[in-house]
Structure formats: structure tokens, C-alpha cells
């Protein structure tokens, strides 16, 4: 694991193993910067798809508050329960993988740090081999958020003299 220190001496960036059932453990330290993931009992939480190489993890009271976050499972709903009009006619792609946008996950405490079971739709758009893949988590403004490698390799391409 590599550990990637803010100027506050927190880590930002962790990069993680994926073991062969799915799992990565984030360590205590880490999560002691997000609010909700704390105590000695399991949180639900849920994990949001930004894209295919990029997640993030919210907890179950983010989800139920969060007018955005309601609204995407009010579209998930609908499109769940839309009939078809034709067994010929096909529903776009987006709208009918939407509901894999926001899966619920539970984390449970796992001494050195907390464990997360990636859901296996998740673990197949994100290209993550159990047991041979490794995953970056990254704090970006309060939450947690799930990164493939190539994401994140991909991120700093840009170069800096465009960015400034």
C-alpha cells in the first residue's frame, strides 16, 4: 500500500489490493476524515458511478437527503419498471444500465481499517481482477472515491502549463 501525504500529513491518495473476493480495506486513518465512517459497527453506504474508471461512496443518510441523489433513484425506478413497447425495440444502453450508477455497499470494520466488497458489476466496468488488481483511494472534497490505476494515471496528463 503507498500512501500519498496532503500538506497536513493526512494521506490523500491510498492505493489498495483487491483480494480475490472482491475486497479492499481502507485503513483507519484514512477513514477517520470522513464523518460517517466511524464505531465498531457495519455502515451502509452506497457507491456512486461517475464513470467507468471513477467512483465514490456515500453514505445511506448523503443518499436519502440528497435531492440530486434521490432523483437518480427515482430515474433508476422508472426505468426499471417502464414497460416495453415491442420485444423488437431495444432501450438505450445509458438508461438501462442506470441502475448500476448507485449500488448499496456495506463497510465493516476490519481491524487495521475498514472493509468494502466492491459488487461485482462494478468491479467488471472498472476492468478490477480480483487478486491481481489494485485500486486508488483518493479524498476528493469530503468523500471517498474509488479510482481505477488508469484513471488516476490518465488524470495527470494534462500538462501543467495548460493548467495554470
Known amino acids: 500500500m503507498n500512501w500519498q501525504k496532503t ?3 493526512e494521506p490523500e491518495t491510498l492505493i489498495l489490493s483487491v483480494d480475490e473476493s472482491y ?31 471513477r467512483c465514490r461512496l ?11 441523489c ?22 438505450d444502453e445509458a438508461s438501462a444500465a442506470l441502475a448500476l450508477r448507485l449500488l448499496p455497499v456495506e463497510i465493516t470494520p476490519r481491524k487495521p481499517g475498514w ?11 472498472m476492468y478490477i481482477r480480483p487478486g ?3 485500486i486508488a483511494a483518493r479524498l476528493v472534497r469530503e468523500h471517498i472515491e474509488l479510482w481505477t490505476i488508469e484513471t488516476l494515471r490518465s488524470s495527470v496528463t494534462m500538462p501543467l502549463t495548460r493548467m495554470l
Open 132 to 134: 491481481e488488481s489494485e
Open 115 to 125: 472493509r468494502l466488497t466492491l459488487p461485482r458489476a462494478i468491479a467488471a466496468i
Open 70 to 91: 434521490q432523483a437518480l433513484q427515482a430515474r433508476i425506478s422508472e426505468e426499471r419498471s417502464a414497460p416495453g413497447s415491442n420485444s423488437l425495440e431495444f432501450q
Open 23 to 53: 475486497r479492499i480495506t481502507l485503513p483507519q486513518s484514512f477513514c477517520r476524515q470522513i464523518s460517517w465512517i466511524n464505531g465498531d459497527q457495519p455502515h451502509d453506504g452506497w457507491l456512486l458511478v461517475g464513470s467507468p474508471g
Open 7 to 9: 500538506d497536513g500529513g
Open 58 to 68: 456515500l453514505s445511506a443518510a448523503e443518499v436519502h437527503s440528497d435531492p440530486n
